[in-house]
């Protein structure tokens, strides 16, 4: 076999191998780069932002935010009204029950944005340790809690519910559609059946809300 022709000024040591290995990597890796840079376009736009307002609790507040951020994480991050929980961020829990106009929702599920100008009530906007809400007073008194996460929801959804019941609103279990629904335990069951209870507080919550809805009726 002939032998190959180096010339004399690269000799043919581990050394200079070695070497010669080390400086071709680093020349494919700047390569590289340039390329993953080429091909990655322009930097990532801020995200938009926008100016909303709206009346919680009474108060009108102000915020300039990015426009994906949902009404839960305006009132928690934002405006810091921690009483309003975040369980499953994805509508399931029931957690992060407010009212907005008068009408119960989940605020993970929609978009600050998307409530300008409304009127949103939270659960520190219901009652106060001195003064607490007739629901709240309520699962106190039937140990309507035992971790408590989910009851800032639960008392927001049960308050909504009343009054959809006082206005007559069926349910699934409503049997007859043209009187207006009792608050009867069944009824209670199936319009709280969207807040969930990890810690199973359910018949406590139940015999709360049916003290004030007898109390109401
Ligand atoms: S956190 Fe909104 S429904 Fe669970
Ligand atoms: S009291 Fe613990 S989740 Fe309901």
Redesign the pocket.
């Known amino acids: 076999m002939p032998k190959a022709n180096f010339p004399a000024a690269f000799p043919v040591t581990r050394r200079n191998v070695l070497a010669a290995g080390a400086v071709s990597a680093t020349a494919a890796s700047v390569g590289g780069a340039s390329v993953a840079r080429a091909q990655a376009g322009p930097a990532t736009p801020p995200p938009e932002t926008l100016a909303v307002a709206m009346t919680i609790n009474g108060e009108r507040r102000s915020m300039e935010i990015d426009t994906r951020t949902t009404l839960l994480d305006a009132l928690r991050e934002h405006l810091h009204l921690t009483g309003t929980k975040k369980g499953c961020d994805h509508g399931q829990c029931g957690a992060c029950t407010v009212m907005v106009g008068g009408r119960r929702i989940n605020s993970c599920m929609t978009l600050a944005v998307m409530h300008e100008d409304d009127s949103i009530i939270t659960i520190e906007g219901l009652g106060t340790p001195e003064q607490p809400h007739p629901l709240q007073a309520a699962f106190v008194k039937h140990d309507g809690?035992?971790?408590?996460?989910?009851?800032p929801g639960q008392i927001c959804s049960a308050v909504a519910m009343l009054a959809e019941i006082k206005a007559g609103v069926p349910s699934h279990v409503t049997d007859d559609l043209l009187v207006t629904p009792r608050a009867s335990e069944t009824e209670l069951r199936e319009r709280m059946s969207g807040n969930i209870?990890?810690?199973a507080?359910y018949p406590n919550i139940i015999a709360a809300i049916a003290q004030v809805a007898g109390a109401s009726a």
């Open positions: 809690f035992q971790c408590g996460y989910c009851t209870c990890r810690c507080a």
